[in-house]
């Protein structure tokens, strides 16, 4: 599982307590802590799928040299040495394929792609709750955390969605806190190319 933020409603069900951020509106921490998640995964199911894909091809590479150079040794005085490289080369591919089996690098890339789709959902859904709030709320975000109990869909909404963030973070793998930072650099820089583009077409 992947360490994350548990979202939490504002009644105080369930495990933890929402901590607003500095806007004070928790749906905006829950999404800046989603958004991160969801790239993070998104970066390691590159990053093993790569790892996959060139394990292959070099366990394919090995393997078909050792074949034609033992093909092409035959009755050559040098037959032995080449008979020697060819185990090295053979036995490296034996290594380099089991150490791909023992790190589950295609798995991780397949389930690393499923929880970058996951919490991209959630992010979306946020999207929708924030948008929902703000609107149940003039002139404020959190409008719909505020008057709980005088929206009885809100209550119901933030625990449906509590569940799903606890289902999706059940299921993914861990993201390396190197990954969780390119991540969020990453979000930075989106942002700031972003608010520039706003700014020039405003401008």
Known sequence: ?????????????????A????????????????????????L???RYAAFARTTGVLV???TSA??????VSAG??????VRTVAATLSLLATVIGVAQIALHHPDLAVRHRQAFIDYGRLHRRLDVMRSESAGSSPGSSSGALSSGAAQPGAESGLEE??????????AA???PARLRSAARRTIARADKRARAANAAAAS
């Open 76 to 81: 050559s005085p040098i037959q032995d040495l």
């Open 66 to 71: 050792v074949g034609t150079a033992l093909f």
């Open 44 to 46: 390691a199911a590159e």
């Open 173 to 175: 793998p861990v993201v």
């Open 60 to 62: 394919a590479v090995l």
């Open 161 to 170: 969605f509590r569940e799903a963030w606890t289902a999706a973070e059940e």
């Open 19 to 42: 901590r607003p951020d500095a806007t004070g509106d928790p749906l905006t921490r829950w999404s800046r802590d989603v958004r991160v998640l969801h790239v993070a995964h998104g």
């Open 1 to 17: 599982m992947c360490a994350s933020p548990k979202p939490s409603a504002p009644s105080g069900k369930g495990k933890g307590a």
